[in-house]
């Protein structure tokens, strides 16, 4: 029965009934106890990756693998990366596999893709909170504007004191609510001495009112007794 | 609040930029007949003006203590027919027209947005209006993914802006069961169950040529590309399939959209606005599978229990115990009139994000815990699945490029 829904799928395409593909919908279920089931049922999945297939059915796939995924998948989900049809639901999958081979994956993407898909790539790995690519993005943030944002927003999503630093220097604007995301971190840490240089930084007349409102209540909450 | 003087200097001088013809203080400007100044006004625009988005604009526009400037939507049409209501309103032709978002966000005239969009847009937008220092009016369901609400409400707080949540039904409709449920006559309440669905699926519907009429990159937005078809991005109510409403991508389906509704109705009434469940079972009685959730005081929140009507409360009936005084809006005009009665005075409205997004946990929890088929532990602190890597798969989804939270 799968191996005849696995036929199905590599003819499916935009207009087609996707009940014809829930027998792989109820495997996800099925196999959560087989081991062996489950290695075959990525695998199957991860070998139409490869295939010459409709975008919608490459689309399903990481829509699947996206709950199923692990190590084995990653590589064939890393070559769509720079793809600029599929490397967002090649992403779909990536950022929520949580192994660090998906993480290098999309680390080692970034000089090998598109600025449109670096921007979703570094998002990806903001949304990971991937520590390991602290010092990548943190040489974006002078990059062209798209990248420099997107570089921004993941900095402050990974919340280090790395990340913080690279931060600091920015004149992105993006970067200002990212570096509030990292103060509350670091406060939530009890890193005060380090939030309260943060939002001493943004709490300066040239900024707008709502963010020299932020920095302010950061620095009472920073002060404030334990 | 601090619109005075301020907010007056801002709508003028934007006005003057926005039109080619000298501006005039008009009589409307300098208020009057019990119309309040322009400075004493609450500068407004609506981002997603479709069905919802049409209602809670003419909601807004209704109030003497609103100017509304500014529409974005990614329909052409809508937005000029949109225009031409606002115009109508104001007996000129000042309203401003944006296709994308990020414009009338950028506006610093502008105090308030109300947002309708579908809900996949509802996160980046109400985070990017919060970072521009406006105070937000966003529809309900709050959030598409678990990992959008405390980012929503984060930014909120941050930047010390009002925001809102959107269902007015919450009080409106339900205020039997909530008035029994506080007025003690229930005794301790134990448990209240809410039937509501389906939830969405995914969504194969044969492409064709978007018309000139829509932007529809800027329609899926975060979402997955797919090709366009009027049923993919209908605003109508029903999620039978010719609706965004039915589709994964875009919504949670009816256990988000009327979800939003029924579940914050019975939160309040059971009291736990404030708190999320921190287990969902799964459980099947007689062929049907329906969900406990379980809250840290040890109530419970069932869903599609098999015998339980909607928002169908058990207490102690023997029991007889003190009355509490029920919430309610502030300042008048439902909803609508305590969200903009909050921008005044900065006090948290009463669907503040923090409560809706509480809300709007319980559907999505209820709809991993149905996808997978099993029970889930929740930790709400944390915002994870404890020691569950499967289920913690399903926090958030990749956002198409370039959108970010």
């Known amino acids: 029965m799968l191996e005849q829904t696995f036929e199905a799928l590599k003819k499916y395409d935009w207009g087609q009934d996707p009940k014809v593909l829930k027998p792989i919908n109820d495997a996800l279920i099925s196999t959560r106890e087989d081991d062996a089931a489950r290695k075959q049922l990525e695998a199957s999945l991860t070998a139409i990756l490869t295939d010459n297939v409709p975008r919608a059915a490459k689309d399903f796939v990481c829509r699947k693998l996206r709950t199923i995924g692990t190590d084995h998948s990653v590589s064939a989900l890393a070559s769509l990366l720079a793809d600029k049809d599929l490397s967002h639901m090649a992403r779909y999958a990536l950022e929520r596999i949580p192994t660090s081979g998906a993480a290098k994956a999309l680390r080692d993407a970034l000089s090998n893709v598109g600025e449109a898909q670096q921007v979703g790539i570094i998002g990806s790995l903001g949304v990971r909170q991937d520590a390991d690519s602290v010092a990548i993005l943190g040489g974006m943030l002078e990059s062209s504007s798209p990248l420099s944002k997107a570089a921004a927003c993941a900095l402050g999503a990974i919340q280090t004191a790395a990340a913080a630093r690279a931060l600091a220097n920015s004149k992105h604007p993006a970067a200002i609510d990212a570096s509030f995301c990292c103060a509350e971190a670091l406060l939530a840490n009890g890193k005060r001495l380090d939030a309260l240089a943060i939002y001493s930084g943004l709490a300066g007349d040239e900024q707008p009112k709502q963010i020299r409102m932020a920095a302010t209540r950061g620095k009472l909450a920073c002060l404030a007794k334990k | ?405």
């Open chain 2, 1 to 405: 609040m601090g619109q005075s003087t301020t907010t007056r200097r801002r709508f003028l001088k934007t006005a003057s930029v926005a039109v080619a013809a000298p501006y005039v203080i008009t009589s409307t400007a300098l208020g009057g007949d019990g119309i309040p100044p322009a400075s004493d006004r609450i500068v407004m625009g609506g981002i997603g003006i479709g069905n919802m988005g049409r209602g809670d604009q003419g909601n807004f526009l209704g109030r003497k203590d609103v100017q509304y400037v500014a529409v974005s939507d990614v329909r052409r049409g809508v937005r000029e027919k949109s225009k031409g209501k606002v115009d109508a309103k104001y007996k000129n032709s000042d309203c401003q027209l944006y296709n994308d978002f990020r414009e009338l966000i950028a506006r610093d005239d502008i105090d308030a947005v109300h947002i309708a969009t579908p809900d996949h847009w509802h996160a980046i937008m109400v985070i990017e209006a919060c970072r521009a220092g406006k105070d937000v009016y966003c529809q309900k369901p709050e959030s598409r993914t678990l990992r959008e609400g405390p980012l929503m409400v984060a930014a909120a707080r941050r930047y010390s802006r009002v925001v809102s949540g959107g269902s007015q039904r919450v009080l409106q409709d339900y205020r039997k069961v909530v008035n029994s449920c506080w007025g003690g006559e229930m005794g301790t309440i134990k448990s209240i169950n809410v039937n509501v669905g389906p939830l969405s699926k995914e969504c194969n519907l044969p492409g064709s040529d978007a018309p000139d009429d829509i932007d529809w990159d800027l329609w899926l937005g975060p979402a997955p590309w797919a090709p366009y078809n009027a049923a993919r991005c209908s605003g109508s109510f029903s999620t039978s399939g010719n609706s965004w409403r039915s589709y994964i991508d875009y919504s949670g389906g009816g256990m988000t959209d009327w979800g939003a509704h029924h579940f914050g109705g019975a939160t309040f009434a059971i009291d736990v606005r404030e708190l999320q469940p921190t287990e969902v079972v799964y459980e099947e009685e007689g062929g049907k599978n329906y969900l406990t959730f379980r809250y840290p005081n040890g109530k419970l929140l069932y869903h599609n229990k098999p015998g339980r009507g909607n928002l169908s409360a058990e207490g102690t009936p023997d029991e007889t115990i003190d009355a509490k005084p029920v919430p309610t809006y502030k300042g008048t005009g439902g909803i609508y009139g305590d969200f903009i009665e909050c921008v005044k005075t900065r006090e948290r409205p009463f669907r503040d994000i923090e409560l809706a997004v509480n809300t709007v946990t319980v559907a999505h929890l209820g709809i991993i815990a149905y996808t997978l088929q099993r029970s889930l532990k929740w930790d709400s602190e944390n915002q994870q699945f404890p020691g569950d890597e499967e289920a913690n798969r399903f926090l958030d989804r990749a956002r198409r490029e370039p959108w970010q939270l």
